[in-house]
C-alpha cells in the first residue's frame, strides 16, 4: 500500500510531527511507501492567484477555475500543484494531519485543495462523489485538539467533530475518495511534544501514538463513513425523499 500524508503543521517538533512520523514508521515497517509532503516546511503558497499561471486564459482579470481548466489542457499547471497531483495519483490512502485551529483546519490545507484540486481535470460536473477521479482510494484525516475529550460532542463546548469536520470529509468525498472514520487525538497542550514533561500527559500522549499505529495497521477492517452519493439526488442536486428515510 501506497500511502501519502499531508501534513499541515509549522513546527516539526509539534505533536503532529510527532503523529506523521509515527505513521511513517508504522506503514513502512509494515512494508508500504509513505511519502509525505509537509505544506509550512514546503513554503506551499496557498493562495489562488493569477501569478501560477504562465499561460493565461484572460489578461485583464482572474478567473480560477477558467485558468485552471486552461493549465490542465494545456500541461501548463505550476510544478508545485503537479508534484501534488502526482503524489495523490500515486497513493492509495491519503492522511491529512493537522491540528484544529478555529474550528476548522489552518487555512493551509484549505488552500492546498483550492490549487491542487484542479477543475476541469480532477473534477468535472459528473466526474465528483462516488464517481470522482480519486474514486476506489481511501483518505483519513488525524486531527489534535488542544481541550480533553470530554468536551466534544454534541452540544459540548468544543463542538461536535461530525460537524467541525464535515467541509473537509466531504471534500475529499467530492473528490471520489472514500472517507474513514477520523483518528483524533485529544488534549494536546502546548506547540511541542519534546517539552511536554514527564508523568501522566506525555504516558497518555505516548499511549495515543500506539493506539495511532494500531488504527493504520487494521484499516483493512474499517468501513468508511456513510455519505450521499449520485443515487441519492435529483437532476437538481436535491436529496431524493425515499433515501431520507
Known sequence: MHTH????????????GALTRTAEHALRTAGGMVTVTDLYRA?????????????RVEADRFAALGEQRNAWATDTLPGDV????????????VIL?????????PAMLKGWMDRVFISGGLYTRKMRYDAGYFRGRRA???????????????GSRGGDF???LWPVQYSMHYMGFSVLRPFVSYGVQGHGYSYEGEGR?????????????????????????????????N???????????
Open 43 to 55: 513554503g506551499f503558497d496557498p493562495v489562488e492567484r493569477f501569478g501560477h499561471y504562465a499561460n
Open 97 to 105: 494531519q493537522f491540528p484544529l485551529w478555529w474550528h476548522g483546519p
Open 82 to 93: 503537479v508534484d501534488e497531483i502526482d503524489n495523490l495519483e500515486r497513493a492509495d490512502l
Open 162 to 164: 461530525d460537524t467541525l
Open 140 to 154: 483519513l484525516i488525524s486531527v489534535t485538539t488542544g481541550a480533553p475529550r470530554a468536551a466534544f460532542g454534541q
Open 5 to 16: 500524508i499531508v501534513h499541515v503543521h509549522p513546527e516539526t517538533a509539534s505533536y503532529n
Open 235 to 245: 437532476e437538481d442536486g436535491s436529496a431524493i425523499a425515499s433515501r431520507q428515510n
Open 201 to 233: 500527559l506525555r504516558d497518555r500522549l505516548s499511549r495515543n501514538l500506539d493506539d495511532w499505529s494500531s488504527c493504520l495497521l487494521s484499516l483493512d477492517e474499517v468501513e468508511p463513513l456513510s455519505v450521499p452519493s449520485w443515487a441519492d439526488w
